[in-house]
């Protein structure tokens, strides 16, 4: 799969990983917008929430609960924001379906009508 993110699941792609199971893998984000900036992605590739079968909706609550469980290990215990980019309105960029996670400092809440 010509996907950047499967390469670096693969391994092919070097990355900062912060966790990884059969599942699902953590990483640093190479562009971060926040003191810390993670990606958290499924190992199963898919760019839509459209597109998720039963097994990738349990796996992404799988993530999610992961995510709270290592939150003091990744230096989110004071708060931390999970966005899902999807599409073009939101411009997502890497179609692998994936979970930024934001933290590290106080995060403001954009209005985007600005
Ligand atoms: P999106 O815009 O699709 O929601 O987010 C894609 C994210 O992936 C961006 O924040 C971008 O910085 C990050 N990214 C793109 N290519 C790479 C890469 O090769 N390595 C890492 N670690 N992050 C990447
Ligand atoms: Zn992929």
Request: aromatic share 8%.
């Amino acid at each position: 799969m010509d996907c950047i993110f499967c390469k670096i699941i693969r391994g092919e792609t070097p990355s900062k990983k912060a966790y990884e199971d059969d599942l699902m893998l953590i990483f640093e984000d190479v562009s971060p917008k926040a003191k810390l900036h993670y990606l958290a992605v499924p190992k199963h590739h898919y760019a839509l929430i459209d597109q998720m079968n039963a097994q990738d909706q349990a796996d992404i609550g799988y993530i999610l609960r992961k995510i709270a469980k290592l939150k003091n290990i990744l230096g989110l215990n004071d708060g931390y924001r999970l966005t899902i980019n999807q599409g073009e309105n939101a411009g997502q960029s890497v179609h692998h379906l994936h979970i930024h996670i934001m933290g590290g400092q106080t995060l403001d809440w954009p209005d985007y009508r600005k």
